[in-house]
């Protein structure tokens, strides 16, 4: 039989390699496309949770600084409402003394109204004695020695003693306070007010800042007593220091007998009721003497009063 003859196929080129890079690219696209919104994406929430933090500590500091507002206006209205007095001479600038309105600090700053006197506390820091010594204006000087019942003045003994060489005479003085007992506060000043060192009679400082709490007759009650043991103790009834207008709401007219050392920082001399002026008048707290590097208070006495009328009695009548 005979054999068929062979037929030749001719086959199609081979294109399974570029079928195949096609498709590898198509894949790389999707991916890259993919890739790429995957990367916008991320911007994105990173953008959104920036943005999100940022709000939340903005929201955070107003909230903080909202607090901090409203606490400093609770501190000024409680300030305000406890100690009036010392926020307004804050806010003003001025000086006022128990409803008095006073001159500027600067204002008298360097006025020397012949005066004759200055006190003095821890306030002022260490005083050069001999150089205050010099400034013929101070004829007397009161030093803080005690307050209420167990506080004594840092710089008192050291003080004295050094004044005292400078050859300046010299006077101690209490903050009576209403924490305490008058006479435990007594012995305080007794403990550490040596009589012989005195050249000018004790003064009793009576504020309102000190006495907070007691009511008019409780003042007057006790600063009679203390004033009884000072008399009784040092032979010399005492000066009563406190600020004019404080003065005459609460003491006037019970203690117009005694010496009256006055408060009124102003130019005119305070007055009074039912006897005119006082024995000294503290016209200033912002004086300038060589020696003090702290503004001082300056006193200066009153008319037809001198250095005589306060000198101490060291033996009992």
Not at 218 to 236: C, R, T
Not at 275 to 288: E, F, M, V
Request: net charge positive; hydrophobic share 35%.
């Amino acid at each position: 039989m005979a054999k068929s003859p062979k037929t030749h196929t001719h086959r199609q080129p081979h294109r399974h390699g570029c079928e195949n890079h096609q498709h590898g690219n198509h894949w790389q696209l999707r991916w890259l496309r993919r890739y790429q919104h995957h990367n916008d994406s991320h911007e994105r929430w990173a953008r959104k949770t920036h943005l999100k933090h940022r709000r939340e500590w903005t929201k955070k500091i107003g909230r903080m600084a909202l607090s901090a507002i409203i606490g400093m206006a609770l501190c000024i209205i409680v300030i305000a409402l406890i100690a009036p007095d010392t926020f307004l001479n804050h806010l003003t600038g001025k000086k006022m003394l128990d409803g008095d309105i006073e001159l500027h600090p600067t204002a008298n700053r360097h006025l020397k109204l012949d005066y004759d006197g200055i006190d003095v506390s821890h306030h002022q820091g260490a005083i050069d004695w001999q150089r205050v010594a010099c400034d013929t204006c101070v004829k007397f000087v009161y030093i803080k020695a005690t307050e209420g019942q167990t506080i004594i003045d840092t710089n008192y003994i050291e003080n004295v003693n050094q004044a005292l060489k400078a050859g300046i005479a010299i006077g101690s003085y209490h903050f009576l306070t209403s924490k305490s007992s008058v006479r435990e506060q007594f012995k305080n000043f007794y403990s550490v007010v040596d009589r012989r060192k005195q050249t000018v009679v004790p003064m009793i400082d009576v504020e309102q800042e000190g006495v907070r709490g007691w009511s008019r007759q409780q003042i007057q009650d006790s600063l009679e007593l203390m004033a009884q043991l000072i008399e009784k103790h040092y032979y010399n009834q005492p000066i009563i220091y406190s600020y004019a207008h404080f003065y005459n709401t609460n003491l006037a007219p019970r203690f117009n007998q005694y010496r009256l050392f006055l408060a009124r920082y102003n130019m005119n001399e305070p007055i009074i009721s039912g006897i005119g002026q006082p024995t000294i008048w503290q016209h200033s707290d912002q004086g300038i003497v060589d020696g003090i590097a702290i503004p001082v208070d300056l006193d200066v006495f009153g008319q037809n009063t001198n250095l005589k009328d306060i000198i101490m009695k060291h033996r009992p009548n």
